[in-house]
């Protein structure tokens, strides 16, 4: 493989890494001319390629007469477990009701009542119903449908597909350019403004409802730039994604809105075993020590939703439908799976980076928003929120572009991260850990060829490791209680790569 250089025409545009609602935002939201790299195909959802398509129950807003942004940022505190950053809290949450009129202003259209009042869902922890949805239970599609759609006809967005960004290039610090792989071939393109709009972390686990491309590489692109990674223990686990499919496939998500309708969690003999509507984590660990405790979990809409269930989730419906199974006469057979990441990489309120030109978008980044734990349907509004802000930021960025050396790295490729490393993920940094587990997860992990999930990997255990307490979606059965004072954590690469080194396991800091 050869490296090729960047078309000249692009040199020096913000480049946009990731194209699903958190990219997408950032490019339509400056107005310079800009390149957006998408995994794969941008206005194709299948196979899906971002998280963004499969959002379900819809995006978070105080819209209603009986709410406030102020009970909105309440709910999001709370379950944020003492890690939110109110400041960040109160600005997104102020923004909701202007991020549902954004977005019907870029052609989405909204589920509203025949007044033309938006119609209002209810997730769990939610004081109110603030939920505005899309296409029933196919938001995120309708969203995605609507600015890719948008994004094509925008002439100053330049869209390269099936592109995988690999690496960063620094001059004195601060960004020069990106090093990416198109359609198989490397190109080095120089640009001093680059947003990482990567997503989560969900593939690297093999219980997981996000799609594959979810490995977490801008983390590992971002810590070898010297960017700080936050919170990286905290992984929101779902309670209810559809337990069917081939071992190592993605699950699909029978998501939190159908608890808000009434549905309930059962087991085999037909008996309820918690509350529905907790904080996710609460609920996660209840399913997940139900069917330790060898119990198989039901979600049971049979008698609260019955008929209605086909209208009001068809998307779900049609999963269950593929896995022969009717929520109309049957309970949906349910498992927790690796969700959301809260941690990432720590940017400013303006969503800097500590590295010069660097910005994080979306749920790559930890803004202070979600804590220790993102209370549902938080992550649509934040994507738009934040992508808006720094596309509006790249405006005033202006700093010259310098020629970057070509790529000299034979084999710089982009793999999945394989299922052994997956398996050993859900198996000892899943719903519940421990110490113990933990140690012996993370000596498998380190003993795995370099990649950067095996970097990303490393930071989530030893993150997990150092926190000995059990707070928001981090729980530790050997720490099972809150700590007083809740603190954030923050990993660099050279912390990783010390604290893998004491295991006598360095991790590589320039990408396998
Ligand atoms: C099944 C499901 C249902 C959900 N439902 C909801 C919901 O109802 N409400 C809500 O608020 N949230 C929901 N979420 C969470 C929400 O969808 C995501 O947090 C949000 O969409 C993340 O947006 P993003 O743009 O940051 O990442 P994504 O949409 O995942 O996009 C990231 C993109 O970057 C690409 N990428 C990754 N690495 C590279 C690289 N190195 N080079 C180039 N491209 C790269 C990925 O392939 C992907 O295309 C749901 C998530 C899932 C999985």
């Given at each position: 493989?050869?490296?090729?250089?960047?078309l000249?025409?692009?040199v020096?545009?913000?480049?946009?890494?990731g194209?699903?609602?958190?990219g997408?935002?950032?490019a339509l939201?400056?107005t310079r001319p800009?390149?957006?790299?998408c995994a794969?195909?941008?206005d194709e959802i299948?196979?899906?390629?971002a998280?963004?398509?499969l959002?379900?129950?819809?995006?978070?807003?105080?819209v209603g007469v009986d709410?406030?942004?102020?009970l909105?940022?309440?709910?999001?505190l709370?379950a944020?477990?003492g890690?939110?950053?109110p400041d960040i809290?109160?600005?997104?949450?102020?923004?909701g009701p202007a991020?549902?009129g954004?977005?019907?202003g870029?052609?989405?259209?909204?589920d509203r009542?025949?007044d033309?009042?938006l119609q209002?869902?209810?997730?769990a922890?939610?004081a109110?119903?603030?939920?505005v949805?899309a296409?029933e239970d196919a938001?995120?599609a309708v969203i995605?449908r609507?600015?890719a759609?948008?994004?094509r006809?925008?002439p100053?967005i330049?869209v390269?597909e099936h592109?995988h960004?690999?690496d960063l290039?620094?001059?004195?610090g601060a960004?020069a350019?990106?090093?990416?792989v198109?359609?198989?071939t490397q190109?080095?393109?120089?640009?001093?403004?680059?947003v990482?709009?990567?997503?989560?972390?969900g593939?690297?686990?093999a219980?997981?409802?996000?799609?594959?491309g979810?490995?977490?590489?801008?983390?590992a692109?971002?810590?070898?730039?010297g960017?700080?990674l936050?919170?990286?223990?905290?992984v929101q686990f779902?309670p209810?994604a559809l337990?069917?499919?081939a071992?190592?496939?993605?699950?699909?998500?029978?998501?939190?809105?159908?608890?808000?309708?009434?549905?309930?969690?059962i087991?085999?003999t037909g008996?309820?075993?918690?509350?529905?509507?907790?904080?996710?984590d609460?609920?996660?660990r209840?399913?997940?020590r139900?069917?330790m405790a060898?119990?198989?979990?039901y979600?049971d809409?049979?008698?609260?939703?019955g008929a209605?269930f086909?209208q009001?989730?068809?998307?779900?419906?049609?999963?269950?439908a593929?896995?022969g199974?009717?929520?109309?006469?049957q309970p949906?057979p349910?498992?927790?799976?690796?969700?959301?990441?809260m941690?990432?990489v720590?940017v400013?309120?303006?969503g800097?980076?500590?590295?010069p030109?660097?910005?994080?978008?979306?749920?790559?980044?930890?803004t202070?928003?979600h804590?220790a734990?993102?209370l549902?349907?938080?992550?649509l509004l934040?994507a738009?929120?934040?992508?808006?802000?720094i596309?509006?930021?790249?405006?005033?960025?202006?700093?010259?572009v310098r020629?970057?050396p070509g790529?000299a790295a034979?084999?710089?490729?982009w793999t999945q991260?394989?299922?052994?490393l997956?398996r050993?993920?859900?198996r000892?940094?899943g719903?519940?850990?421990?110490?113990a587990?933990?140690?012996?997860?993370?000596?498998q992990?380190?003993?795995q060829p370099e990649?950067d999930?095996?970097?990303?990997?490393a930071a989530i255990?030893h993150?997990a490791l150092l926190r000995?307490?059990s707070?928001g979606?981090?729980f530790?059965?050997?720490?099972?209680?809150?700590?007083?004072?809740?603190?954030a954590?923050?990993?660099t690469l050279a912390d990783i790569?010390?604290?893998?080194a004491?295991?006598d396991?360095?991790?590589?800091t320039?990408?396998p």
């Amino acid at each position: 493989m050869t490296a090729r250089p960047a078309l000249p025409s692009l040199v020096g545009q913000p480049l946009i890494v990731g194209a699903g609602l958190a990219g997408v935002m950032t490019a339509l939201s400056t107005t310079r001319p800009c390149v957006l790299l998408c995994a794969g195909r941008l206005d194709e959802i299948r196979p899906p390629h971002a998280a963004s398509w499969l959002a379900q129950g819809g995006l978070a807003a105080a819209v209603g007469v009986d709410d406030t942004p102020a009970l909105h940022a309440a709910d999001t505190l709370a379950a944020g477990a003492g890690l939110c950053d109110p400041d960040i809290v109160r600005r997104v949450t102020d923004d909701g009701p202007a991020v549902v009129g954004r977005l019907a202003g870029l052609g989405v259209a909204w589920d509203r009542n025949p007044d033309g009042s938006l119609q209002r869902g209810l997730e769990a922890a939610h004081a109110r119903r603030r939920i505005v949805h899309a296409g029933e239970d196919a938001t995120g599609a309708v969203i995605m449908r609507a600015l890719a759609a948008r994004v094509r006809r925008t002439p100053r967005i330049t869209v390269i597909e099936h592109a995988h960004a690999r690496d960063l290039v620094l001059h004195d610090g601060a960004v020069a350019g990106l090093r990416a792989v198109i359609a198989g071939t490397q190109v080095t393109m120089p640009a001093t403004a680059i947003v990482l709009a990567t997503g989560g972390v969900g593939g690297l686990f093999a219980d997981t409802t996000n799609p594959a491309g979810a490995t977490g590489s801008g983390l590992a692109i971002a810590a070898r730039a010297g960017a700080v990674l936050g919170n990286m223990e905290f992984v929101q686990f779902h309670p209810t994604a559809l337990s069917a499919g081939a071992d190592g496939q993605r699950l699909c998500l029978v998501s939190e809105a159908v608890r808000g309708e009434g549905a309930t969690l059962i087991d085999e003999t037909g008996a309820r075993f918690t509350e529905e509507l907790a904080t996710r984590d609460t609920v996660s660990r209840a399913v997940w020590r139900h069917m330790m405790a060898g119990h198989t979990v039901y979600l049971d809409a049979r008698k609260a939703i019955g008929a209605a269930f086909t209208q009001h989730f068809p998307a779900i419906s049609a999963l269950c439908a593929a896995h022969g199974i009717d929520p109309l006469t049957q309970p949906i057979p349910v498992r927790p799976a690796a969700h959301y990441h809260m941690g990432g990489v720590v940017v400013d309120p303006a969503g800097r980076t500590g590295v010069p030109g660097l910005w994080a978008s979306g749920e790559v980044a930890c803004t202070g928003l979600h804590g220790a734990n993102r209370l549902a349907s938080n992550s649509l509004l934040e994507a738009v929120s934040f992508g808006t802000w720094i596309g509006q930021a790249l405006d005033g960025h202006d700093r010259p572009v310098r020629p970057v050396p070509g790529l000299a790295a034979p084999g710089l490729q982009w793999t999945q991260p394989p299922v052994g490393l997956r398996r050993l993920m859900s198996r000892y940094a899943g719903v519940i850990r421990s110490g113990a587990e933990l140690e012996a997860g993370l000596a498998q992990v380190l003993a795995q060829p370099e990649s950067d999930a095996r970097l990303v990997c490393a930071a989530i255990m030893h993150a997990a490791l150092l926190r000995t307490e059990s707070r928001g979606g981090h729980f530790r059965s050997d720490y099972p209680h809150v700590a007083p004072t809740a603190h954030a954590s923050r990993l660099t690469l050279a912390d990783i790569a010390h604290l893998s080194a004491q295991m006598d396991t360095p991790v590589a800091t320039t990408p396998p």
